[in-house]
């Protein structure tokens, strides 16, 4: 009679947890963003009907919530949210390793960047969830980062003198290096910024840039790309580890596909926000606008690879291994060793 009253109790138990429905409260891309945050509404929307979970997800913009890209980590670490949307760049001032997986100069086009994330992948994950208590879901670019600038210039090396917006220690460094001044600004704050002269130039990608309407504020587009706005999706781990190994592995591969779809709208958004920048007659998707295109150079490559070598790897391996001794090694190990590059 036990034997069975147990049985029956465990049988109840399954029941009830199969039945359970997941809960999830979200923050998600700034909603000027048009494609890439309609894309991840779209994902939140649909996620119980692609996982075959009972599962609603609380979505809302970044923005909407009040909150800064630089708070997301710690937001996620908390359980404040359970799964936030976040660049990599921003929260790398809260540890710089795991900055290393987009570091400026390192990876000049997509095909390279994705050997270097693949590379990195593994212990940026093991690294986010000892450090951040976070289990990373997605990693995938933005687009490249280029130049809007309010001042004539005619390359990199026109950024000398200027006051210009970054978002990371790497590329506050390349700014240095080639003499121009670094300022510190989340997203929101970019456009004021540039219409009180606060900044002079600003960095971001094409789709970026146009959407935050950045050309009424600048004359000068110099699409020279210097790195990828790595993001990421990244869960609570407690959260995650209350989930079971078939609700973990429908997730997982639901993360997989809508990483595929935000690399699919890097490649294919990016040379239309161009053309839609400069007044282009391609313009399709994005607004149009009569910047002046500054075409990069040879010189202004070499510039780049100057500067990301001699000032930025060596600068940032010296900050990461300051706080995690093993820093350079992973990446010499990792991203390096596709690469063909190495930290001393």
Same mark, same amino acid.
């Given at each position: ?6 049985? $029956? ?12 429905? @997941? #809960?999830?409260?979200?923050?998600? %891309? ?46 996620? /670490? ?8 976040? !660049?990599?760049?921003?929260?790398? /001032? ?6 290393? @997986? ?7 086009? %997509? ?9 990195? /992948?593994? *212990? $940026?994950?093991? /690294?986010?969830?000892? #450090? $951040? ?5 997605? %990693? ?6 280029? +130049?809007?600038? #309010? &001042? ?10 200027? &006051? ?22 989340? +997203? ?81 958004? !990016? ?17 149009? +606008? ?7 150079? *040879? ?18 391996? &010296? ?17 390096? &060793? ?7």
């Amino acid at each position: 009679m036990k034997i069975l009253i147990s049985t $029956f109790l465990s049988l109840l138990l399954a029941v009830n947890l199969a039945s359970a429905e @997941i #809960k999830l409260n979200a923050s998600g %891309l700034v909603s000027t963003h048009k494609y890439h945050v309609a894309l991840e509404k779209e994902f939140y929307s649909n996620l119980s009907k692609t996982t075959g979970l009972k599962i609603t997800v609380n979505y809302n913009s970044l923005d909407v919530l009040g909150l800064q890209m630089k708070d997301t980590i710690r937001l996620v /670490r908390t359980g404040t949210f359970d799964i936030v949307e976040s !660049t990599v760049g921003e929260i790398s /001032r809260d540890d710089p390793f795991l900055g290393g @997986i987009d570091l400026i100069g390192v990876s000049p086009n %997509l095909s390279s960047l994705k050997k270097s994330i693949d590379a990195y /992948r593994d *212990a $940026f994950s093991k /690294r986010a969830e000892e #450090k $951040f208590n976070a289990k990373i879901l997605s %990693l995938w670019p933005y687009g490249p980062q280029v +130049f809007y600038c #309010k &001042k004539p210039i005619t390359g990199l090396s026109s950024l000398k003198g200027l &006051k210009v917006r970054s978002f990371t220690p790497a590329m506050s460094s390349m700014i240095e290096t080639v003499g121009g001044t670094p300022v510190a600004l989340s +997203f929101k704050e970019v456009y004021p910024a540039l219409q009180r002269g606060v900044a002079d130039c600003a960095i971001t990608s094409p789709t970026s840039g146009n959407s935050g309407n950045w050309p009424e504020v600048t004359s000068h587009y110099f699409p020279l790309g210097i790195s990828w706005s790595v993001q990421m999706h990244a869960m609570n781990l407690d959260r995650w580890k209350k989930l079971s190994s078939s609700e973990q592995a429908a997730l997982t591969k639901a993360f997989q596909n809508l990483e595929k779809g935000f690399w699919d709208l890097a490649k294919k958004n !990016t040379g239309d926000a161009d053309s839609c920048n400069v007044g282009g007659s391609d313009c399709k998707n994005y607004k149009k +606008f009569n910047m002046k295109l500054v075409k990069p150079t *040879a010189a202004d490559e070499k510039l780049l690879a100057k500067a990301s070598q001699e000032a930025v790897l060596p600068g940032w391996g &010296k900050t990461c291994n300051s706080v995690y001794p093993d820093c350079t090694k992973v990446w010499n190990d990792t991203i390096g &060793k596709v690469q063909g590059l190495k930290i001393n």
